[in-house]
């Protein structure tokens, strides 16, 4: 039995190293590789390899253009989402502003839908066309109707798309402060902005740091905001590159690596930076009894009343384009075309059935198509999208979280030794680079049927795109997952570890019988905010371009390009209303069953299930008496 029991053990680990090593291989070194290689094997006029052709073309074309314009956007979105994201969680958290639980709730709307979704909002309202500029252009008729393009608009629109991360981590930091600190500060007569900027300040370095990172690599890396409201960027510039051929420009392959390579280059050199400072350590506020923090009221009136005004116009800001998108959700063609709210016309159409459409031809005969005008559960392009969204995303999420638990509990088995922390910076590997660089290494290298590992099937080719997908959402978030259900697995008792030990159960139900349900909880709030990141995914898709890889955000984006031409999609902007309202419905409800729900402790459910009894056994009393009452 014990040589059996040593065997089975022996096999799951060879099996376990084996499929790692694939996995670590091919799908994350080796594309990324031969992307690299791509730069330096390019063919000149002659045929012949020129090693140094894409350098050279890069310091002669309008590259660096493309360069400068992210690293300008990036910087920029660094002091705007500060001043932004460090304010709106000042206003709801540390100061007594009135309202703070509203104002909180619309600074937090970026949370239940971003991406391509954000951006159509904030188009739907600013664009020459849109709701806010038309009506503009009414006051002022010789104002610019094309003001909101370019890089104004891209960073108006992504200064407030990117205040999300400071409404989750910056407001945990700030309500993780001491309050003995704050009034010990206040007691020997510190002004209250001068206790924010000498007391609070210094003990959110850290998080700050980390937050300005975060705010520079995704300014570096932007996708939708660029590509839809014009604006030259590295990541846009790569799709194009990666869709062209020789054909049509020089090498635009290796140009479009090369971009990928400085993507890369610049996101190591902030992450490198970032854990040497996380290595020095940082500033704690600490005392033998820690306080709740209690909100601060300005004092200056002045101060007070411009605080408020400025709480409220930041809540107008956030809050317009989500109730436009929502009211034009239910209006009918004409209404969202001329934008203009018309409460007589409420409809469905949007997101259930379908009407004919009747239009002028060019030869002035009206032509009907029917079933043109469709909603969003009604159009088989949009179920489609729907469908293939979650099926890919709920995959990639549930494997990238089987792949880290089970890594995980090896890395914690194996505490101080080389192959456990081999293993945890191996699956840290894809935070070192932009997610577009992996997603264009899956494009070009297994277009091809030459790679043997993957049994010479040309993954790229028709339905075989949806695996590869798959495979790239998943490394996407295998970093992610880490952080999050390692941090799990250090609330793990050792003490019960080695009693089931001591009970005789082996490595495995232990793992299964012990460890797995205890961390159960955090890996199904890893999986729901995988899915809700994927579910809602453009950039990713958008490089894997396919029509048998379309998600749902590319179909409402291709629809919305098309709208109208030849009597087809005629209501597309109505159906990508009625879609962010779908989306922000169920980004809502996975945020609440993570953070709502999901957030309690044992003490809190066990508190909760005590009050719905005692409503139940009410009710039944007051059945009882009602009943008795009529007998």
Not at 35 to 56: H, S
Not at 70 to 97: P, Q, W
Not at 526 to 545: G, I, K, P, R
């Given at each position: ?62 590259m660096p253009r493309f360069v400068w314009n992210s690293l300008k956007l990036a910087v920029c979105l660094v002091v705007t989402v ?142 939708s905001a660029p590509t839809l409201l014009g604006y030259d960027s590295i990541n846009p510039e790569i799709v194009r590159l990666a ?265 495995l139900v232990t793992f299964l019988r012990v460890k797995l349900p205890i961390v159960l909880p955090s890996v199904l709030a890893v ?105």
């Amino acid at each position: 039995m014990k040589k059996k029991t040593l065997s089975a053990s022996l096999v799951w680990k060879v099996f376990g190293t084996a499929f790692f090593v694939y996995l670590f291989f091919g799908f994350m070194l080796l594309p990324c590789l031969n992307t690299l290689t791509q730069i330096f094997t390019t063919k000149n006029a002659a045929g012949e390899t020129d090693p140094l052709a894409v350098i050279r073309f890069f310091f002669a074309g309008n590259m660096p253009r493309f360069v400068w314009n992210s690293l300008k956007l990036a910087v920029c979105l660094v002091v705007t989402v500060n001043v932004v994201g460090i304010s709106i969680v000042l206003l709801t958290e540390y100061f007594d502003i009135k309202g703070a639980k509203i104002l909180r709730l619309g600074y937090m709307t970026t949370l239940i839908y971003s991406g391509v979704a954000l951006v159509t909002g904030y188009l739907f309202l600013y664009d020459n066309d849109g709701i806010l500029t038309s009506w503009l252009a009414k006051t002022f008729p010789n104002m610019n109707r094309t003001w909101f393009s370019g890089f104004s608009a891209v960073l108006f629109t992504m200064t407030f798309a990117c205040t999300s991360n400071h409404a989750l981590f910056f407001r945990n930091a700030i309500r993780g402060i001491d309050y003995n600190t704050v009034e010990a500060a206040r007691n020997m007569g510190a002004s209250p902005f001068k206790v924010l900027w000498k007391v609070v300040f210094p003990t959110l370095i850290p998080t700050l740091f980390s937050l300005t990172v975060m705010t520079f690599i995704t300014g570096l890396c932007a996708m939708s905001a660029p590509t839809l409201l014009g604006y030259d960027s590295i990541n846009p510039e790569i799709v194009r590159l990666a869709g062209s051929s020789t054909a049509n420009e020089s090498f635009p392959q290796a140009r479009a690596a090369l971009l990928s390579i400085i993507l890369a280059m610049f996101t190591i050199l902030l992450l490198t930076v970032l854990s040497s400072y996380e290595r020095k350590g940082h500033y704690l506020s600490v005392s033998k009894t820690k306080a709740k923090l209690v909100k601060q009221k300005i004092t200056n009136p002045v101060a007070n009343v411009l605080a408020h005004i400025y709480a409220y116009v930041l809540f107008i800001i956030y809050m317009t384009p989500v109730v436009m998108i929502v009211l034009f959700a239910f209006q009918n063609y004409p209404a969202i075309r001329a934008k203009r709210l018309d409460f007589s016309q409420f409809t469905f159409i949007n997101f259930f059935g379908a009407q004919d459409y009747e239009y002028l031809t060019n030869r002035g005969k009206y032509r009907t198509r029917t079933g043109a005008i469709s909603g969003v559960f009604s159009n088989d392009a949009t179920i489609g999208g729907i469908r293939l969204s979650f099926i890919l995303s709920a995959i990639a999420a549930a494997l990238a979280c089987v792949i880290v638990v089970v890594a995980v509990n090896y890395i914690f088995r194996n505490k101080g030794k080389k192959r456990g922390v081999v293993l945890e910076y191996s699956l840290l590997f894809p935070w070192l680079l932009p997610t577009i660089l992996i997603c264009y290494s899956y494009r070009t290298y297994f277009n091809s049927t030459d790679v043997w590992y993957v049994l010479g099937q040309n993954l790229y080719y028709k339905e075989n795109v949806r695996f590869l997908i798959i495979m790239a959402y998943t490394v996407v978030r295998l970093p992610f997952a880490l952080r999050m259900i390692k941090a799990a697995f250090y609330a793990i008792d050792e003490e019960l570890e080695d009693a089931a030990k001591n009970l005789g159960a082996s490595p495995l139900v232990t793992f299964l019988r012990v460890k797995l349900p205890i961390v159960l909880p955090s890996v199904l709030a890893v999986f729901a905010l995988n899915f809700n990141a994927l579910f809602t995914e453009y950039d990713m898709s958008a490089t894997f371009q396919s029509s048998y890889g379309k998600s749902y955000a590319m179909v409402i984006q291709s629809m919305c390009l098309d709208e109208g031409r030849d009597g087809y999609n005629v209501n597309a902007s109505g159906r990508r209303c009625a879609s962010t309202v779908f989306i922000m419905v169920v980004s809502g409800l996975i945020l609440y069953l993570v953070y709502g729900v999901g957030a309690r402790d044992l003490r809190d459910r066990l508190e909760l299930k005590e009050k719905r009894k005692k409503r139940l056994e009410r009710l039944r009393q007051k059945l009882h008496l009602s009943r008795g009452v009529q007998a």
